[in-house]
């Protein structure tokens, strides 16, 4: 069956630290994967996209990977700070958008 | 401009009522999604529209549930004979096309509370 998986437990890092969010998927194919961002109460706010064709992205002090061998995307923050608490989704491209569970990342300083 | 609005942002209901839920999407954009999502969980597709049209609605979780579009604008979401199931967020986007890009832009959806 077609899963995609996020780790539910949450992640919590020290400020400045380097976060790093996983998301793994099996029985898709994947032309792009999308990460977003969601606070509480809050709908999902998009960061970054990766087509399956990039190995990686930037942006500011993010970084998204996309292996499409180990059917694996990493999210990384770097010089991370408690702003950036929230939780972090990953979105495959099928035919519709299909979303993670999320990853909840907590930055205490 | 304006982002996506969802109207009401709260609804508190009881068993058996129904219930609908607005969503006006960012001016132009061609689609638009609804989701649920329960509290401590991932986003549920329930359908999505390409102008008027819904080509998938596979995600609607029974017959009670059902949407409409008009005029290539706003959406109603309609939850007949409501459930404490269905108590949830329900999350509307909208995206300029549907194709290879499609990024979503998120309203900041309606909490629906089921007695």
């Known amino acids: 069956s077609q899963k995609i998986e996020q780790n539910s437990e949450a992640l919590n890092i020290q400020e400045g630290k380097t976060a790093t969010l996983t998301c793994n998927y099996t029985?898709?194919?994947?032309?792009?994967l999308q990460w977003y961002r969601q606070d509480p109460g809050r709908g999902p706010v998009f960061l970054l996209l990766?087509?399956?064709?990039?190995k990686e992205k930037r942006k500011e002090r993010l970084k998204v990977t996309f292996d499409t061998t180990l059917k694996q995307s990493l999210f990384h923050i770097t010089a991370s700070q408690p702003a950036d608490s929230a939780t972090y989704l990953c979105?495959?491209?099928?035919?519709?958008?299909?979303f993670g569970t999320g990853t909840r990342l907590q930055v205490f300083p | 401009g304006a982002g996506v609005s969802q109207s009401p942002s709260n609804k508190v209901t009881e068993k058996g009522k129904d219930v609908e839920l607005r969503c006006d999407p960012i001016?132009?954009?061609?689609?638009l999604y609804w989701y649920r999502q329960r509290l401590g969980q991932g986003l549920e597709f329930l359908i999505y529209?390409?102008?008027?049209?819904?080509?998938?609605k596979s995600g609607l979780p029974s017959d009670r549930f059902s949407a409409e579009r008009t005029g290539e604008s706003v959406s109603t979401l309609t939850i007949q004979r409501t459930q404490q199931e269905d108590s949830a967020v329900y999350l509307c986007?909208?995206?300029?096309?549907?194709?290879?890009?499609?990024?979503?832009?998120f309203g900041p959806g309606t909490r629906l509370t089921v007695l």
């Open positions: 986007a909208s995206s300029l096309v549907i194709g290879e890009t499609d990024t979503q832009y």
């Open positions: 029985n898709y194919s994947p032309a792009y």
């Open positions: 990766i087509r399956e064709n990039e």
């Open positions: 979105a495959l491209n099928t035919d519709k958008l299909i």
């Open positions: 001016s132009g954009h061609t689609a």
């Open positions: 529209f390409q102008g008027n049209s819904a080509p998938d």
